[in-house]
């Protein structure tokens, strides 16, 4: 019987993201007029449920597809939801009017793909011989996810990068690169999370996910304190 590594480092995300959410939140605490920081603080709090339902059940009851099942519709609704703060905050930096229905928007579409999820219900299958987790996703499910994350975090890595490369302040330049980054390697994550069929993918997913977690996050706090007042005068030129 294999050591179910996938588990313990979906645990260790877990506590990372739980991390990353403080900080970011006792950044905002003390700049309070930034929206922003209050949707990433809102988003990793979300990540923090995601990866606690995703590990859970597989190191308690590896072996029983039902909890395993119900526990990915819970996680899965976490990342919806994630992905919903993650579009809040491209919606506000195009137009901050916008924050608000794009919220609805990607409310109603989480809400749709949960629904779906519990339609389409699956059971998941433990390895005992690789320690890997099957998820069985249903293709519908499946589409519908990677629909929601790609529409939620690829007009945030575009609008992080072209502002990262146009930007002449270098603290906001490397601020928006190291997120854009982060975003990207979310996605990878997102793709790779649930077609792994190795020890060695499931691995190399999972370490992916903690470099994207660690990246964003050390974009979102750079030089925080030193320079919130550049960040929010961009904030505001981006929301006009």
């Known amino acids: ?23 970011i939140y006792q950044s905002f605490q003390r700049d309070r007029t930034n929206r922003v920081l209050k949707y990433f603080f809102q988003a990793y709090l979300s990540l923090v449920f995601a990866y606690f339902f995703f590990a859970l059940p597989r190191l308690i009851v590896p072996r029983q597809p039902f909890y395993l099942a119900v526990a990915f519709v819970i996680a899965q609704g976490c990342l919806y939801i994630a992905a919903t703060h993650f579009a809040k905050i491209t919606a506000f930096f195009i137009n901050v009017r916008w924050v ?29 011989t690789t320690g890997i987790t099957d998820w069985d996703i249903h293709p519908v499910t499946g589409v519908v996810s990677m629909i929601i994350f790609a529409v939620a975090l690829l007009p945030s890595i575009f609008l992080f990068f072209w502002q990262g490369f146009r930007s002449k302040n270098r603290i906001v330049r490397i601020r928006s690169l190291l997120i854009s980054i982060g975003l990207s390697l979310l996605i990878i994550t997102a793709y790779t999370y649930y077609t792994a069929t190795t020890q060695i993918a499931s691995l190399v997913s999972d370490l992916f996910s903690v470099t994207s977690f660690l990246v964003i996050f050390f974009g979102v706090i750079y030089r925080r304190s030193f320079s919130s007042r550049v960040s929010i005068n961009n904030n505001q030129s981006y929301a006009r």
Request: a neutral charge.
């Open 1 to 23: 019987m294999a050591i179910p590594i996938s588990p313990f480092i979906d645990i260790i995300n877990s506590i990372i993201c739980a991390f990353c959410s403080y900080k």
């Open 100 to 128: 608000q229905r794009v919220f609805l928007v990607f409310l109603l579409a989480s809400v749709i793909a949960v629904v779906l999820s519990i339609v389409y219900f699956t059971y998941p299958h433990y390895d005992i």
